[in-house]
């Protein structure tokens, strides 16, 4: 419904990943945009011409994906009021709602910021290691491991935060099925190092023994409160909970990047003294007016140490949330929604059957159901309705 409020109110989304493409569309949808009417008009600022579905990446590591089939070509979200700017975001001013890029100036109404998390090299392991958190890494460690033939594999979470909790838990477990399946599981050290004192520690205790106890039935070895010192051509150096150097020798390595808030948002002065955006945990507003902030760029404390997860539930329901509560203000209206982080999170087992923990994740209330294959399946189709639904 047009009214003189929303009449050709412009709203700057700035990222094209799960978040920001999850919150145009939810805002063309309650805009009330068609093919033909643009109420309201809404841009996508985005450097890459695809949209990847990451949450796949671990299965493009044993060869179960390629990276074809976990992307799209963004301009398919181009549709009623949603335009795509395509290219690198140089300047970002909250007070003023303004974007630069490509040379050119945008101005909006309101901004969300759905920008993710910057990738660095830890220790120059790119030299021999592969960064699963990306497809090329995914692809080139199945490259290796196609012609692995047993010896020492290690995943390594290189710093913290990074985003998906889950997702090293899950390359081990579903690196472990592989290998069992071409009988090398007899000839292969697993490993797993992660400076976290335990899985998923956000989740509580019954959630991480859980996680742990799975990694031990199969023998992969877990190693927390390891930290990355140093890495050089297949050696890595850890500082483990005594302090003392651990040196470990790989002959395939699988790790998690560094992640920091992207460098345009740093400069931008959002950031807080976390490093990230701080944004108010129940409405994603930052400390600007009609700016918001949502998904992995976050930081929302959930506890004295645990912040909520870098996932793409949360993304998702946060651009829900915010989406809602722009077209209120749109209408005159008082936003009225508010994210509670309620959600679920799937860990694939590579056996066919899958983990979830799910529950409020505000809250220490959060369980871990038995591994199931209908979990398995739902977690195919989280990636199959991504694309379905989007694009
Ligand atoms: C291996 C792996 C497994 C995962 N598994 C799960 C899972 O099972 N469940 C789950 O919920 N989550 C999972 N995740 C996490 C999930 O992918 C992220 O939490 C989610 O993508 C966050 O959405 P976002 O919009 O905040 O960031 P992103 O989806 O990363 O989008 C950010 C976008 O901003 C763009 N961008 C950044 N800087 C600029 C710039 N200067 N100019 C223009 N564009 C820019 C980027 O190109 C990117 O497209 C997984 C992630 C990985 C890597």
Redesign the pocket.
């Known amino acids: 419904m047009e009214t003189e409020n929303n009449k050709g109110k412009t709203v700057l989304v ?7 493409v999850r919150v145009a569309r939810e805002l063309n949808k309650l805009i009330g945009n068609e093919n033909g009417i643009t109420l309201g008009k809404i841009l996508i ?4 011409k695809t ?2 579905f ?2 796949s ?2 299965k493009m590591m044993v060869g179960e994906r390629e990276t074809a089939q976990i992307q799209d070509d963004l301009s398919k979200v181009a549709l009623g009021g949603i335009e795509v700017v395509s ?3 140089e300047s970002v001013d909250p007070n003023t709602i303004t974007v630069k ?1 490509g040379g050119q100036t945008y101005t909006g109404d309101y901004m969300v910021v ?5 990738q660095h090299d830890a220790n120059n392991l790119s030299s021999f290691g592969h960064n ?2 990306t497809a090329d890494g995914a692809a080139s460690f199945y490259k290796q491991l196609k012609n692995f033939k047993g010896g020492k594999l290690a995943v390594v979470v290189s710093s913290l935060p990074h ?2 909790p ?2 090293p838990y ?2 081990a477990m579903l690196v472990d099925q592989y290998l069992r399946d071409r009988n090398l599981r007899d000839k292969t050290e697993l490993s797993l190092y992660s400076p976290e004192k335990a899985p998923m520690p956000f989740a509580g205790d019954a959630v991480s023994g859980d996680v742990r106890s799975i990694m031990q039935k199969r023998g992969i070895s877990y190693f927390p409160q390891h930290q990355l010192t140093g890495a050089s051509d297949g050696q890595l150096t850890f500082t483990n909970e005594k302090g003392e150097a651990v040196e470990v020798k790989t002959d395939l390595l699988a790790y998690t990047p560094d992640h920091r808030c ?1 460098a ?1 948002i740093s400069k931008s002065g959002m950031c807080g003294e976390s490093g990230w955006v701080e944004v108010n945990p129940e409405t994603l507003e930052t400390s600007f007016a009609k700016v918001y902030a ?4 976050t930081s929302i404390k959930t506890g004295d140490e645990e912040h909520l997860p ?6 998702q329901y946060q651009a829900l949330t915010v989406a809602h509560n722009i077209v209120r203000q749109m209408h005159g209206k008082q936003p009225d929604k508010i994210f509670t982080a309620e959600g679920k ?2 860990m694939d087992q590579g056996n066919g059957k899958a983990t979830r923990v799910g529950g409020n994740f505000y809250s220490s209330s959060l369980d871990i159901k038995e591994s199931s294959a209908i979990n398995h399946w739902v ?1 195919i189709l989280q990636e199959k309705s991504w694309f379905a639904g989007h694009f």
């Open positions: 700035l990222g094209g990943g799960i978040g920001g600022f985005e450097k890459e949209n990847l990451a949450p990446l671990t290219g690198e975001i890029s759905s920008l993710g998390t910057e699963f958190y985003k998906s889950v997702a899950e390359a992207p345009v949502i998904g992995d760029i870098k996932a793409g539930v949360f993304a999170y799937i977690k």
